[in-house]
């Protein structure tokens, strides 16, 4: 491409196809978060169970904040790593929603756990992500992150029906279900495009 | 009829095909539009300059690992001077319809 003078029908059809050709494929990228988050919060999750099973301390609690502690980093890292040539509005779209879920996630969980409020807390956080994987899926077209936020949803509701420690299990394999296995998915397809 | 003269800033094939680019996303980097408009890195960078000095284009330079990185990002005064672009476009397009 030079820089030389277009006619009007030149220029129309040159402003189409540079739209067209930013339109965004699907990337291996897109699944890391899933698989960094979702990785992240079932290993927390089993550590959590196992300690507070054998010893039944509470304090145990406090490990939650392992999630954070250990994936916001590593997300920053990835991100660093990633030198995407392009950001779209669906790239930044997608970071504001889950900045936003992030955030209320952390405030939960928090008033639960400094404050001893007996909130269904496994039951708010799974709620919570279920609704952010939907709106993720929803917004990138990509079905099986749909079904999977939307199996996210249902399956929260068994976090308020099993009671005591073993809940936590329930957790961890609500999140297997809603995170993991869709990151592997899109991280599948975005390798084979 | 009056028409609105074709912005010359814009009327040209590799800034025009920049500003479209950035019409589309939120930023994008040189090796990007490297890549899509197939031009050479030189004639990138002057019409990149041209784009910045007119406040078309917000151009930022960085560092990604130990390689310069220059992200472009469409500034307001880009997104009208490419709306009112495509207006005059329309407008010279409707009269050659007109005329066939």
Request: net charge positive; glycine share 8%.
């Amino acid at each position: 491409m030079e820089e030389k003078n277009l006619n009007e029908k030149e220029s129309l059809e040159l402003i189409s196809r540079m739209i067209r050709n930013t339109q965004q494929k699907l990337e291996k990228g897109n699944g890391a978060p899933f698989l960094i988050w979702g990785y992240t919060t079932i290993c927390v999750s089993l550590i959590v169970w196992y300690l507070f099973s054998a010893t039944g301390d509470p304090r145990w609690n406090y490990l939650w904040f392992l999630i954070l502690i250990i994936g916001a980093p590593v997300t920053f890292l990835w991100n660093r790593k990633q030198v995407k040539g392009v950001k779209t509005y669906i790239d930044k779209v997608i970071g504001y929603i889950w900045l936003a879920f992030g955030i209320s996630g952390v405030i939960v969980s928090s008033v639960a756990i400094f404050f001893y409020w007996p909130l269904p807390i496994l039951f708010i956080i799974v709620l919570l992500m279920g609704t952010g994987v939907v709106i993720t899926g929803l917004v990138i077209r990509f079905k099986p992150i749909v079904f999977a936020g939307l199996g996210g949803i249902l399956l929260s509701t068994l976090c308020l029906f099993v009671k005591g420690v073993d809940s936590i299990l329930i957790f961890a394999a609500i999140f297997l279900v809603t995170m993991v296995i869709p990151g592997h998915i899109l991280y599948y397809k975005g390798r084979k495009q | 009829m009056m028409f609105e003269t074709l912005d010359p800033l814009l009327h040209s094939e590799l800034r025009l095909a920049i500003i479209s680019i950035l019409i589309s996303v939120e930023e994008a980097d040189f090796n990007y539009f490297k890549e899509k408009t197939n031009a050479t890195s030189g004639n990138l960078s002057v019409q990149i300059d041209k784009l910045n000095e007119a406040g078309y284009i917000q151009v930022e330079k960085g560092f990604a690992g130990k390689r310069t990185r220059t992200v472009c990002k469409i500034t307001p005064k880009g997104v009208s001077a490419f709306e009112r672009y495509v207006e005059a476009l329309k407008g010279y397009l409707n009269l050659s319809g007109s005329k066939d």
